[in-house]
T-cell receptor, first 113, second 114 residues
Framework: AQTVTQSQPEMSVQEAETVTLSCTYD???????LFWYKQPPSRQMILVIR??????QNATENRFSVNFQKAAKSFSLKISDSQLGDAAMYFC??????????FGQGTRLTINP | DTAVSQTPKYLVTQMGNDKSIKCEQN?????MYWYKQDSKKFLKIMFS???????INETVPNRFSPKSPDKAHLNLHINSLELGDSAVYFC?????????????FGPGTRLTVL
């Protein structure tokens, strides 16, 4: 069974700085997708970014980018120019042949003004 | 327009009661899901339906029964509620059941069992 591990329960960063959230996963599949979701205090789960495993190029969405290392099974999220609105729980998730999303434990990100 | 909606947003009830949570999506998606987020924020899949057909049924007590009257709706009925059922329940949908299909989540229903 696939597992997703986020080793940082909490992270904090100064506003306008850059922060990287870590995620590792375990799978024997070669074709899969990885996601980062954001959950602000409103509780809504919001998709931040996704990465196809067969693509070597790292996905980017404005201030959000990933560092996908397939051999190392690592999928970190970099947030540049952090803003107060980025404060949230961030979840890394995996989806492969079993079709269900497997989530990590989450990282709570605090932005210090 | 809300893409994935859930009712109610909050549900407080006594142990032993039966309750339902409703989910509707207006995205035209074929696949819908129920996830449970526990008190430690851990999210886990419970069920998935594709075109009204059950395709994922994780290890969930029989007290939980999903029902999909049509592909735009997936309801969750819970019998004989227990304290441990207290959690946030999220509905989600995706275009299809493939790994490539992004899942879009509803706002969640916070269930509190007293």
């Amino acid at each position: 069974a696939q597992t997703v591990t986020q080793s940082q329960p909490e992270m904090s960063v100064q506003e306008a700085e850059t922060v990287t959230l870590s995620c590792t996963y375990d799978t024997s599949e070669s074709d899969y997708y990885l996601f980062w979701y954001k959950q602000p205090p409103s509780r809504q789960m919001i998709l931040v970014i996704r990465q196809e495993a067969y693509k070597q190029q790292n996905a980017t969405e404005n201030r959000f980018s990933v560092n996908f290392q397939k051999a190392a099974k690592s999928f970190s999220l970099k947030i540049s120019d952090s803003q107060l609105g980025d404060a949230a729980m961030y979840f890394c998730a995996y989806r492969g042949g079993a079709q269900k999303l497997v989530f990590g434990q989450g990282t709570r990100l605090t932005i210090n003004p | 327009d809300t893409a994935v909606s859930q009712t109610p947003k909050y549900l407080v009830t006594q142990m032993g009661n039966d309750k339902s949570i409703k989910c509707e999506q207006n995205l035209g998606h074929d696949t819908m899901y129920w996830y449970k987020q526990d008190s430690k924020k851990f999210l886990k899949i419970m069920f998935s339906y594709n075109n009204k057909e059950l395709i994922i049924n994780e290890t969930v007590p029989n007290r939980f029964s999903p029902k999909s009257p049509d592909k735009a709706h997936l309801n969750l009925h819970i019998n004989s509620l227990e304290l441990g059922d207290s959690a946030v329940y999220f509905c989600a949908s995706s275009q299809n059941r493939g790994a490539a299909d992004t899942q879009y989540f509803g706002p969640g229903t916070r269930l509190t069992v007293l």
